[in-house]
Structure formats: C-alpha cells, structure tokens
C-alpha cells in the first residue's frame, strides 16, 4: 500500500501499514528475503521492561504480556526498513501495468473460481462485491501468497522503542497484546509485515480490533489462517462502515470536452453528474454519464491523461489508501474481474521521455548486453540504475544512471 499519486512512500492509513512496493500493495514480483535475526540491544530491553508496566496498566494481563514480550526480540531491519524511504516515481501507466498485470488479472479469476461461494456469501452480508474484495486481496497480498513472516510483536516493539513514531507503534503493539488476549491467534501466528500489516488484507493491530469479524463462526478472527474467510469479510466490513453501496461503481472513465476548465477538477469539486454532462463530459462511448449522485473529476496522469468520475465509493476506497492511483488500480482490476475492458485515454511519458514499455525494453536490452537489471517490470530502481551506470561508463559517456530515448536507440542498434 502507500502509493502516492505521482511517488511510491511509506505511509500511515486508518487501516494498514506496508513497506513502499512491498509488505502491503504487492507490486512487484515476489522476492524471498533473508529472515530478520534479532539482535541485543540492552536499552531495548530496558524499554521492554517500561513498556510492560504500561501495557498491564491498560488492562492486559501480565499472563498475556510477559510471554509475549519475553519473546520479543530487537530487529534492526525493521528500522533500517523505516529510514529507507524508497521514491520510484511512477506513472499511472506503471502502476495500473502492474497492479492490473495479467498475472494479477489470472490470479484474481481463480480466486474468485475457487473462493466463490464465500466471496459471494460476503457480498450478501456486508453489500461489498465479490471482486471488488478481491481485487484488494490482489493488491495487499497477492491473493493470500505474499502475507508477511516477520513476528508483528517484535517488530511493533523495535519501532516503538525507536521512537521516530514512537507513540503510533506502542498503540499498536498495545493492540496486538489485545489480540493475543482475545485469543484471535498466538504470539507465534501474530506475523506480517515489517511495519505490522497482518494478513490476507494487511490489517495493522488497531483496525483489526475495531472491523475484524468472525465470519466463520469459529470464535476467532484469524485473518492469518491459510483460509482467507475472515480476513475478506474484515475488508468487506470495513468498506462497509466507510459507505461502500453495492450496485454503484467507484468511478468512470470519462472524456473531456475542448476547453474543459481543469480547475474543475479534483476530488475536492464534487457537483452532480448533470453539471459535469452540461459541461460536454461523456464516457468513452460518448454517453452522458449515469448519475450515482455526487461527483467528481480527476485527471491523474496529467492534463492530457486519462481522466475519470468518481463516485461515493472512490471515496470508500480512499479510506483503505487515500492514494488515488491505489484506489484506481483497486477499481480498475475489480472492474476488469467483472470483464471490463483496459483503460481507453492516453497514458503519458515520464520525466524522461519515456512510456512502460520503453523502459522494459531498455531493461531486456540491457539485459542482453550483460548488463543485469534483474528483471524488466519497466521500474527504473536500484538495479538498472546500477545497470544503466555500467552501460553508460562502458561506452565512455556521461554517468547517469538515467534513462533517455537515446540510449534506447543505441541499446536498439547495439542488440
């Protein structure tokens, strides 16, 4: 989760907590990381001590705090995890090419043919549909396979020990303690990700005790269970409480007439569909808009981008991500579950010239040439940073690590 609308951040939502492009939105292809090793650190465990004391003044009973503590251990990883503030600028082209990718589109169809019933049995009770849950589940853990193994206990104690947000954590490592005294799950189960997103919809501590609900009536809300029945109907519930309506869309791609005043637009400018319809605003077949009330423009991916109406349920969605490229790629794909088709208006270049599939050709072609970028997901991070710095001093020019539309050119000639 956490993705800005033009820069990939680590954030804080009312719901959930993730790593940039990982932990949370799983954007990228799945990487098997090197487990975190607990190290000593004796003012830490000085500061579990404290902490102890607090956390049995707020009612939880040394039985379940003292274990769970006792367990705890310093992860320096996760601090190292929540300095590194990782910024791959991305187009809205980027993102929707990952988050809708046909992988994630493939994957999301056999969910929903293998889960049916129960997503279907969701939508009756909570009034959220089947692939509109799904899609988050996409997005947040990749249907389930990519949860987080890191113990949520240590790794909520090393960050609130670290005190840049100190007191933020401490509520959530006070709020797990009340999950292992509710009896949801144990210490050893209680796992996510770095930052204390849990399960198949990366919950963080404090939202799970307020939405999570028993849908299988097993007297537990496992979201951590390798049956994702809880943890869909918690996100079910949550969209719910935030004023999710069935049977209304989120948004609606749209086009702008000539001379259309973009200062209209934004989520901030809501008018009813008929204003935006007298204004020339139509849909990609030239329709007037159906009115599902309230109404707003927005233009994502520039002036000349695609641009769309929103609707009360963006505004749902907004309250799981308040990024607006999230909440696109969560209505998009939900859309093209249902058989939607792609996106019809014109993505636009990046700061260099650029589209997705120019970059993922740089990459393959880079590749060729011997110089790995490990994969070619049209990401200009690290590796074909290092990468393209390599080409570049080989070839006695300008050391970048850049990207450009001549290098592509010359990367065409050379392989």
């Not at 005190?163 to 005294?181: P, T, V």
């Not at 990468?387 to 000639?413: C, D, F, H, K, Y």
Request: glycine share 12%.
């Amino acid at each position: 989760m956490y993705l800005s609308r033009r820069t990939c951040i680590l954030g804080l939502s009312a719901l959930s907590l993730s790593a940039c492009m990982g932990g949370g939105v799983q954007m990228s292809a799945p990487t098997r990381q090197a487990p975190m090793r607990p190290q000593a650190n004796p003012a830490f465990d000085t500061w579990k001590q404290q902490f102890q004391g607090r956390a049995t003044a707020a009612g939880i009973p040394a039985s379940v705090v003292t274990p769970a503590m006792s367990g705890a251990g310093f992860l320096p990883d996760v601090i190292a995890r929540d300095r590194r503030q990782t910024e791959f600028t991305r187009t809205l082209e980027d993102y929707l090419g990952i988050a809708v990718s046909p992988e994630r589109l493939s994957g999301g169809r056999a969910a929903l043919s293998r889960h049916g019933s129960t997503l279907r049995a969701i939508e009756s009770r909570y009034g959220v549909e089947a692939e509109v849950i799904t899609a988050i589940w996409g997005l947040e853990s990749r249907y389930g396979t990519e949860r987080g193994d890191i113990p949520a206990i240590s790794a909520l104690a090393t960050l609130a020990f670290d005190g840049r947000r100190g007191a933020f954590f401490e509520s959530q490592l006070i709020a797990a303690l009340r999950i292992l005294q509710r009896g949801d799950t144990s210490a050893a189960n209680l796992r996510g990700s770095w930052a204390g997103a849990m399960g198949h919809t990366q919950f963080i501590p404090t939202t799970y005790q307020e939405y999570a609900v028993d849908f299988t009536g097993n007297g537990r809300r496992d979201i951590w269970a390798e049956d994702p029945s809880d943890a869909l109907a918690s996100a079910a519930n949550y969209l719910s409480r935030m004023g999710w309506r069935r049977g209304q869309p989120w948004g609606v791609e749209v086009r702008l007439p000539d001379g259309f005043d973009r200062g209209a637009a934004g989520r901030g400018s809501s008018r009813p569909v008929s204003a935006w319809t007298s204004a020339g605003v139509r849909d990609m077949d030239g329709r007037p808009v159906q009115d599902h009330g309230a109404s707003s423009i927005i233009i994502p991916d520039g002036p000349n981008g695609p641009a769309f109406m929103t609707f009360r349920n963006f505004t749902a969605l907004t309250r799981y991500n308040n990024s607006e490229f999230y909440v696109i790629g969560i209505g998009h794909l939900s859309d093209r579950l249902r058989g939607g088709g792609p996106i019809r208006g014109n993505f636009q270049p990046d700061r260099f010239g650029l589209r997705l599939g120019d970059r993922q050709e740089i990459q393959r072609r880079l590749t060729q040439a011997g110089f790995d970028t490990q994969g070619a997901d049209g990401v200009i991070g690290p590796n074909s940073e290092s990468a393209i710095r390599a080409w570049q001093q080989a070839r006695g020019q300008s050391v970048t690590g850049q990207p450009s539309r001549g290098m592509l050119e010359q990367l065409r000639n050379e392989t």
